[in-house]
Each structure stands twice: as C-alpha cells, then as structure tokens.
C-alpha cells in the first residue's frame, strides 16, 4: 500500500456537488427548462426508455417546453408519462410534438419546492462529510501502518478538512441561489 492519495476525495466530493446541481435542474421554478423533463421515463415499445431517447425537447419561450417526439406511435406515452411525472404538467398534443406550457407557481408550491431543494442539498452535505470520514479512515490507517508519519497525517487531515469546507460552502450557495429563483415572483 502506498502513500493515500487525496485528490481521489477531493473528486469524490466534486461528484456530489455536481449531482446536486442536476437534482436542482429537475425542480420546477415556473420557468422552462429542457432540464425539467429529462429525469422522466417512457414506456416505450414494451420497456422504459428516457424520454430523450425518444424525443427532442427545446424551449422555445420562457413559460412553453416543445417535445418533438419522433415516433408517431409513442406520442400517448410520452404524454401520458409527462402528465404522471408529479410535475403538475400537462402537455397539449400537435401532431408529434408536444406543448408543455409551464404555469406559474402557487406560494405554497414554491415553499413546498424550496424544502425539496434545502433537502437535496442536506443529502450531498452528508455526501461530502461521508468522503471526508472515508479519508480520515484511510489517513488513521495509514499512519497505523507506518505509511506516513503522524505529523504527515495531521496535515492531511486538515487538508481534507479543507475540501469538505470548500464543498459544503458550494453546496450552500447553490442552495440561496436556488430558493432565491423559486421564490421569485
């Protein structure tokens, strides 16, 4: 066993602060987003399928989301599947595409989609403080079996500790900004 490498939690705690933003893409916040769609799945040809595999989704206005579906045959799926994504969507049929018009939200929606979004950030919180005991452990080990010595390991660990606040303050910005856009009016 060599030396602990730490970049290895450094990207480990950058995965949960970039999933967090894809979980904040999928809330709704009365603007149209292409993000807003992509999580759902389709039952599609006898399986699931996401609905990017069967459709184009752009944007057109700021309230309106387009869903050019490709196949004839799938457009009642993938409406039937926007209309069941708990969203509170629903899509008006033109042929193969679809008009999602995005209607604005209601104030206890938003403070409903505002504790949603304070509890996806409280998960990756948790995410980046759990890297950080895996670190810990490794670095404990480490200097248990000589690999480094103790003063290298008190450096390490504050290292680490270093990335966990750098992290978590990332994750509390994305979190402000995210209520500051639901909250809008």
Do not use: H
């Not at 987003?33 to 040809?45: K, R």
């Not at 595999?53 to 039937?80: F, H, Q, T, Y």
């Amino acid at each position: 066993m060599s030396k602990p490498d730490l970049n290895k939690y450094k990207d480990r705690m950058d995965k949960s602060v970039t999933a967090l933003k894809d979980d904040f893409g999928g809330l709704r916040t009365g603007r149209a987003s292409a993000g807003l769609l992509e999580g759902i799945t389709v039952d599609a040809y006898g399986s699931a399928m996401s609905i990017l595999s069967c459709a184009a989704i752009s944007v057109p206005e700021p309230r309106m989301i387009s869903v050019n579906v490709w196949d004839k045959g799938l457009v009642v799926s993938v409406e039937k599947a926007i209309r069941n994504s708990g969203l509170g969507l629903n899509p008006v049929t033109d042929g193969q595409t679809l008009r999602v018009p995005i209607p604005p939200l209601t104030e206890e929606r938003r403070k409903e989609l505002a504790k949603i979004a304070g509890k996806y950030a409280e998960e990756k919180r948790v995410a980046v403080r759990n890297v950080r005991r895996d670190a810990n452990d490794e670095l404990k080990k480490a200097e248990k079996d000589s690999l480094i010595s103790e003063d290298e390991q008190k450096k390490m660990t504050t290292e680490v500790q270093k990335f966990t606040d750098e992290a978590i303050k990332r994750i509390d910005e994305m979190l402000k900004v995210k209520e500051a856009e639901i909250m809008q009016v």
